[in-house]
């Protein structure tokens, strides 16, 4: 498959298969489904999301029905016609394995595997370049489909990060996840959230992930799928230049289904009036000035 357009990103809405329909209806290419680990998980108590500086801080937790339960969901929006990519996580490389292996049962599009949620308690995989690839070589050594390995911005060296990812066998990389962040009620004199920290996106995000592609660009081979804070066709044009093969949009999608749309018009208006016949004409190209 080439890796192309504007999908959804994973835990902000694909949760059901009636919602990944109506998202797919709406012009979202692919949809990545939430993260989901080997057992369900509750989350974080509450409050578990509150607005910031135009955009959002959460701390969901990484609730989940567990692979298991959500099976039926995934193979119920692929017979209805969705492109699925499986979002899974796991707290060692053998759990996310066995999770991929039962996800690529039903032969979604690729998997992406979450190393980079920023407030669940075994954040720690996306920071090490080694243990990102040992976490990648354990599920392409139990799948034979694509596998996506997702990346935090609040990793040090996102391009060893990324390094590590692609020796372990990654077909791409998606950048980014949440920033870590948190906010502090002024009149209670505590923090907003239950898990006082959480992983902020949207709009504020924007120049962060815009760094990370760019920084990627170059010093990888595989495809890089853009994420953070895109909410508009020039953000995704940017984004594009930077070094984006696709984009994947989280928050802004929660603000109305038609930013896919208006995206993907957006940005071939941009290319017609430039000039260019093709999106692989820009990608990388603010690498090459
Ligand atoms: C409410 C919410 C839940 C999220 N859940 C997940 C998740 O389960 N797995 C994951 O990899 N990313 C998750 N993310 C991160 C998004 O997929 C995306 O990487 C991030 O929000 C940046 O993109 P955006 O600014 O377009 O939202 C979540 C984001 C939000 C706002």
């Known amino acids: ?54 955009g959002l801080l959460n701390a969901i937790g990484l609730t989940n029905p567990g692979i298991d ?40 599009i690729a998997l992406e595997l979450n190393l980079s949620c920023p407030h669940a308690e075994f954040s720690q995989v996306g920071h090490k370049p080694d243990m990102t690839m040992e ?18 911005p609040n990793a040090s060296d996102v391009v060893a990060v990324a390094k590590g990812a692609e020796e372990g066998g990654a077909d791409a990389i998606v950048a980014v996840n949440t920033l870590r962040g948190m906010r502090i009620d002024i009149q209670q004199r505590r923090p907003v959230l239950g898990n006082k920290v959480g992983g902020l996106s949207g709009p504020p995000i924007f120049p962060v ?55 993907r018009r957006g940005v071939d208006v941009y290319l017609e009036s430039h000039g260019f016949s093709d999106i692989t004409e820009i990608i990388g190209e603010a690498k090459r000035s």
């Open 135 to 152: 976490y990648v070589r354990a599920v392409k050594r139990r799948v034979d489909c694509m596998v996506l390995a997702k990346l935090t």
């Open 209 to 263: 992930a815009v760094r990370c592609i760019y920084d990627l660009y170059d010093e990888i081979t595989v495809p890089i799928i853009g994420v953070g804070g895109v909410a508009s066709w020039e953000d995704a044009v940017e984004m594009h230049l930077a070094g984006a093969s696709a984009i994947q949009i989280g928050t802004a999608a929660l603000g109305g289904l038609d930013v896919f749309e208006r995206i």
């Open 1 to 54: 498959m080439k890796i192309r357009g504007y999908w959804l990103a994973s835990g902000v809405l694909g949760v059901t298969a009636s919602i990944m329909k109506r998202v797919h209806r709406a012009g979202a290419d692919v949809v990545v489904t939430k993260s989901i680990g080997i057992e369900p998980r509750e989350g974080h108590p509450g409050p578990v999301i509150t607005a910031s500086h135009g």
């Open 69 to 108: 339960g959500f099976l039926e969901e995934i193979d119920k929006a692929q017979r209805g016609g969705v492109p699925v990519v499986v979002s899974v996580f796991g707290a060692t490389s053998d759990d996310i394995a066995s999770v991929a292996e039962t996800a690529a049962s039903l032969d979604p």
